[in-house]
């Protein structure tokens, strides 16, 4: 079965400090990894991820992707309260026949950051 | 540009009703997807439209789960009758013509579901 592992599950930590959230799989057929942000409602995209060692960065965020020991990680360097949120990791499937781009999803990551 | 839209943001029904969900996609956009994230659990797909048509549905729980899509546009979701298990949010999302740069699926802001 496919599995998206997400660690740790929940972090606190106070602004300005620099975290990484990490993410597994175990899939078949992967085609592309995707980070979304969930503050209260919808989750936002961040980063698609397709190539290893390529690092993809928007402002204090960055992320890389490791085909070859299956994960990635997002960064994000000096924290802020708004960075507070889940942050969801999900695997995109290349479809076998059809074009269902489905999405695996880790349970994600709670990261609450203090004032 | 307006994103993908849910309606409605909550609804409590108790066991036995029926409940019916609306997604507006982003507008242009072919692919339309169902998701839903029962509590603790991770967020799980349900199914996947290309325009009005079903391409995988093999996420769906059981029949009392019915999801259309008429005319490509809007999606409804359809739980009848509601069970207790059933409750949970429940995200639509929507993609262009998958492309390995449109891989990217905008989600709504879920429909948080109770059934009591």
């Known amino acids: 079965e496919d599995k998206v592992v997400q660690s740790p599950l929940s972090l606190v930590v106070h602004e300005g400090d620099t975290v990484t959230l990490n993410c597994s799989y175990e899939?078949?057929?992967?085609?592309?990894l995707l980070w979304y942000k969930q503050e209260k409602k919808a989750p936002t995209f961040l980063f698609m991820l397709t190539s290893s060692g390529i690092e993809k960065k928007s402002g204090r965020l960055s992320s890389i992707l490791d085909k070859k020991e299956l994960f990635s990680i997002l960064n994000i360097t000096a924290t802020q309260t708004g960075d507070s949120a889940v942050y969801l990791c999900?695997?995109?499937?290349?479809?076998?026949?059809?074009?269902?781009?489905?999405?695996?999803f880790g349970k994600g990551t709670l990261l609450t950051v203090n004032p | 540009e307006a994103g993908v839209t849910q309606f409605p943001s909550h609804s409590v029904i108790e066991k036995g009703q029926t409940v019916t969900l609306r997604c507006d996609p982003i507008?242009?956009?072919?692919?339309l997807y169902w998701y839903r994230r029962v509590m603790g659990k991770e967020i799980k797909f349900l199914l996947h439209f290309v325009k009005e048509s079903k391409q995988d549905e093999s996420g769906m729980p059981n029949n009392r789960f019915l999801a259309e899509r008429t005319g490509g546009t809007y999606s409804t979701l359809k739980v009848q009758p509601a069970e207790l298990e059933d409750s949970g949010v429940y995200f639509c999302?929507?993609?262009?013509?998958?492309?390995?740069?449109?891989?990217?699926?905008?989600f709504g802001p879920g429909t948080r579901l109770t059934v009591l």
């Open positions: 899939v078949t057929n992967f085609r592309s």
């Open positions: 999900a695997v995109v499937l290349a479809p076998s026949g059809g074009s269902n781009y489905k999405l695996t």
């Open positions: 999302a929507s993609s262009q013509v998958p492309g390995l740069s449109t891989d990217t699926q905008y």
């Open positions: 507008s242009g956009h072919d692919n």
